[in-house]
């Protein structure tokens, strides 16, 4: 934090997070509330056990006086969607309480992370190269087959929610694998002349070393137009380049413009830039961009308000908006146009605490 970290982040549904218990978890934030900095938290679950999921996080907050920000806040799973009036419930009385409770949000039904979360914790538990030993045990592989089917508690499983075709492959290291990238699970078991999508998933990921991208789609339309209605709510694209992405990456901004703005009307064109640019400026302690102001920093994008759209789909995910005309970040042009300006206009940004 001296050196300027602009807060603590942590995943808890990944390594090593998910081992990281309550009290170090209370511990660290006590530390970030010291600084006046956000933890910024990918909470334990975001289906099956949200709510107690969210108790967690928000009594740590209540204790530590921490920011609270919850990394691409979504309800996952067809059996949770319901849940959706008792997750934004939980985050007003929060609000309401006084804590200072925030999040992040992609305007997409489906998300994405590496393929081996699909994995149950333990599987993981000393490393990629433990957990290479354990794919290769036939015992070990129908212990996570059996438990991949159903999620346990204290653990959700990705691979119940989306089934074998709702998870496509986003990327891959070898050669010999790229034929499964944009192939969904149940493809990629036809081609590979094989009789179940657990088996071709576990393969994948140890041919592969671990190194699989994957789209999971596991939300609903209703859902996430219900959370993005949230004041508390800011824009992300919680985005991958490698292989072919999750059109997020491309397309999460002018989307938002486009469909939730121009098209759905769930807020306005200002409000918009609000959770785009002072919001999350805001939110992490900068206080020289994110608005029009002498003396602030250049970060601008000049667009036509009638015509900005994402064009990316998961089909073809890197195709760039329409209707972005200017880009500039601190003074300098990146892109004007069709023409992009290969620049380092780009710096680290450090928050000072003295």
């Known amino acids: 934090m001296d050196q300027g970290a602009c807060g603590l982040s942590s995943g808890l549904i990944y390594l090593p997070c998910m081992y990281g218990d309550y009290e170090e978890i ?12 956000p933890f910024v938290v990918h909470q334990r679950s975001e289906g099956d056990e949200i709510l107690e999921s969210m108790d967690e996080l928000l009594d740590i907050a209540r204790k530590t006086g921490v920011h609270l920000h919850f990394s691409h806040f979504k309800v996952c799973g067809r059996l949770n969607w319901g849940k959706t009036n ?7 009385e929060a609000r309401q309480s006084g804590l200072e ?3 992040d949000q992609y305007p997409y039904t489906a998300g994405s992370t590496m393929l081996s979360a699909i994995l149950p914790p333990w599987a993981h538990e000393g490393g990629t190269e433990a957990l290479m030993e354990r794919l290769r045990s036939p015992d070990l592989r129908r212990r996570m087959s059996a438990e991949m089917k159903t999620g346990f508690a204290g653990w959700d499983s990705i691979y119940a929610w989306a089934g074998p075709e709702g998870i496509t492959i986003t990327s891959v290291e070898s050669q010999a694998n790229q034929i499964c990238v944009g192939r969904n699970l149940l493809e990629i078991t036809s081609l590979k002349e094989g009789s179940d999508p657990i088996e071709t998933a576990l393969d994948l990921i140890l041919e592969e070393s671990n190194a699989v991208g994957m789209i999971d789609f596991v939300m609903d339309e209703d859902s996430v137009s219900a959370i993005m209605k949230h004041p508390a709510g800011t824009i992300c694209t919680d985005g991958l380049l490698g292989g072919e992405p999750h059109p997020r990456a491309f397309g999460s901004f002018p989307k938002v413009l486009g469909k939730y703005v121009r098209q759905d009307k769930i807020y306005t064109l200002e409000e918009a830039i609000r959770r785009m640019t002072s919001q999350p400026a805001r939110i992490i302690g900068f206080t020289d961009r994110g608005v029009l102001r002498e003396g602030m920093k250049a970060d601008l994008i000049a667009f036509h308000e009638l015509d900005v759209t994402d064009t990316a789909t998961y089909e073809c995910p890197k195709s760039f908006p329409k209707g972005i005309e200017l880009v500039i970040v601190n003074g300098q042009v990146v892109a004007d146009g069709n023409t992009e300006y290969r620049v380092a206009a780009g710096q680290v940004l450090r928050r000072s605490y003295y």
């Open 26 to 37: 209370e511990v660290l934030c006590g530390v970030a509330a010291e600084y006046g900095v």
């Open 86 to 92: 008792a997750v934004l419930q939980k985050l007003d």
């Open 101 to 103: 409770v925030t999040f």
